[in-house]
């Protein structure tokens, strides 16, 4: 059986390892988007590099390269060598190869540290997803996996707006917006300490995971990576869609990730109550729906309120089905690949990320917006049915 945990009439938010993995979940998210503000400030700064144009552009998806290409060899290490270590490399490389953008001289330099700041990224999502399946069980493991991703909503919710008024005065500034990581330092130094070696208890009873544990992680990992897939079509599609439905597109796009942003924060709050009621089948069916409900009601784009709503219904949707992807691997996977897991768990999330506007642009061209964004909503409400129909045979 799974070790109790150490303090279990504590909630988990007043836990020092809680807070210091909540602070790191926080970090991850600024990985891509934090800089999108200033991108054309920066194009206008280098606008002597005849390549400056394609360079900035592919500053903001850079850190997710890397992190789709490190992020499984970064679990098999932690499980071999440990996670303390990891994570605060992780933080530390994250301060220096993030905000590097302030005093680098070139964009190909800068390019350059964003594919470090991605190797960063792995490292941090790696080790902290293991460490809270080595620290936590039960129902405070499912209160910190949504505490992680409302950690992540309202923390890109803050950064970014902080990004857009720090673009207003410097394109460089952005950048200093990763050297507050070194404020959460301390408290990680101190609160995160190295569990017992996992290799040292595999061969205790109730540490060798599901027996099928393999064939249902990779299931886990490709229902992970569409959903990220299909979730990205919103920061990726948004201001073309309403440029086409004659909106100011900027106001619309900062406005609509605004409130999905808020609401997916709101949302993951409730994840472990949920939980508890409906279960993790309960979970997909009804963050599927509203995602499904959310797409239909944006693509009547009839009024700016009906899409808030539906943007609203995507975010909250979204956050309650993502942290089940983390609480099922962690009950499913042997205590000594918990590493391995995150690392595979953290590259499903992010090679949806990269394929999304792969897979959506095309469509659209060949469809247009309209047609899409419904067979978006068809195949969501199918993946909800589906795990609608799942739960209630089992």
């Not at 602070?23 to 891509?32: F, P």
């Not at 994250?94 to 350059?112: E, H, K, N, R």
């Not at 910190?144 to 919710?157: C, D, I, K």
């Not at 027996?211 to 599609?237: D, E, G, S």
Request: proline residues 6%.
């Amino acid at each position: 059986m799974e070790q109790a945990p150490a303090h279990p009439q504590k909630a988990v938010w007043r836990d020092q390892r809680a807070i210091a993995l909540l602070m790191a979940a926080s970090l991850t998210v600024m990985a891509n988007a934090t800089i999108s503000p200033a991108l054309a400030g920066l194009e206008a700064a280098f606008s002597g590099n005849p390549n400056a144009g394609m360079l900035t552009r592919l500053l903001v998806p850079a850190p997710s390269l890397s992190i789709v290409l490190c992020a499984p060899f970064a679990g098999i290490f932690a499980d071999r060598f440990g996670r303390r270590g990891m994570l605060l490399v992780g933080v530390l490389l994250f301060i220096i190869t993030g905000s590097a953008g302030l005093y680098l001289p070139s964009l190909p330099a800068i390019f350059a540290s964003r594919l470090a700041l991605g190797v960063a990224v792995a490292l941090i999502m790696t080790s902290g997803t293991a460490l809270i399946g080595d620290y936590f069980t039960g129902d405070q493991r499912n209160d910190l996996v949504g505490l992680q991703v409302s950690a992540r909503n309202f923390g890109g919710f803050l950064f970014i707006s902080l990004a857009g008024y720090m673009a207003a005065i410097s394109p460089r500034l952005p950048f200093a917006i990763y050297g507050l990581a070194v404020f959460f330092l301390p408290l990680m130094w101190v609160a995160i300490t190295e569990p017992d070696r996992p290799a040292s208890r595999a061969r205790m009873p109730g540490n060798h995971g599901h027996p099928a544990w393999k064939p249902l992680i990779f299931t886990l990992a490709i229902l992970q990576m569409m959903t990220n897939m299909i979730f990205f079509v919103m920061p990726t599609q948004l201001p073309f869609f309403f440029n086409a439905q004659g909106y100011n597109s900027a106001m619309m796009t900062g406005s609509t990730l605004g409130v999905l942003t808020l609401a997916g924060g709101c949302a993951a709050l409730l994840y472990a109550r949920i939980k508890r009621t409906i279960g993790f089948l309960g979970n997909y069916t009804l963050g599927y729906a509203m995602m499904a409900f959310g797409f239909t009601l944006i693509n009547s784009g009839v009024k700016p309120w009906v899409i808030f709503i539906g943007a609203a219904a995507i975010g909250a949707g979204y956050a309650t089905v993502s942290p089940n992807f983390v609480a099922i691997a962690l009950n499913l996977v042997p205590e000594q690949h918990r590493g391995l897991t995150g690392g595979i768990l953290t590259t499903s999330i992010f090679t949806g990320q990269f394929l999304s506007p792969l897979l959506s642009i095309p469509l659209i061209s060949i469809f247009g917006y309209d047609e899409t964004f419904y067979g978006i909503s068809l195949l969501l409400g199918a993946m909800a049915l589906a795990a609608g129909i799942t739960r209630r045979k089992y």
